[in-house]
């Protein structure tokens, strides 16, 4: 069962923008925390962004000036905004939904994940 779909990837050049979305399903519940994770092959999945069903976010210092996280409840999506991308940005974005915030990404839904590559 698909609980979370992202999109918004692709190719970008460095220095553009791109905004990222994650629908959540019905099986997801309301009050879950939100979060964007990035993959690089090879690496294990890091924290991008995070933010709670009242809007408390939190940023991985890498991206703090360049990327915000939002979501609209009622449409039960999160978004993430990137600005200034860089081609260390480059990866797998993962969507993922958690119960509380100590769990977020350890415990919860994953989604497939969306590509972004950012050229020089």
């Known amino acids: 069962q698909v609980h979370l779909v992202e999109s918004g990837g692709g190719t970008v050049q460095a220095g553009g923008s791109l905004r990222l979305s994650c629908v959540a399903s019905t099986t997801v519940a309301d009050n879950a925390v939100m979060g964007w994770y990035r993959q690089i092959p090879g690496n294990e999945r890091e924290f991008i962004a995070g933010i709670s069903s009242a809007g408390s976010t939190s940023h991985a210092d890498s991206v703090k000036d360049r990327f915000a996280i939002s979501r609209d409840n009622a449409k039960k999506t999160v978004y993430l905004q990137m600005n200034n991308l860089r081609p260390a940005d480059t990866g797998v974005y993962y969507c993922?939904?958690?119960?509380?915030?100590?769990?977020?990404?350890?415990?919860?839904?994953w989604g497939q994940g969306t590509q972004l590559t950012v050229s020089s």
């Open positions: 993922m939904a958690a119960s509380h915030w100590p769990t977020l990404g350890k415990s919860g839904f």
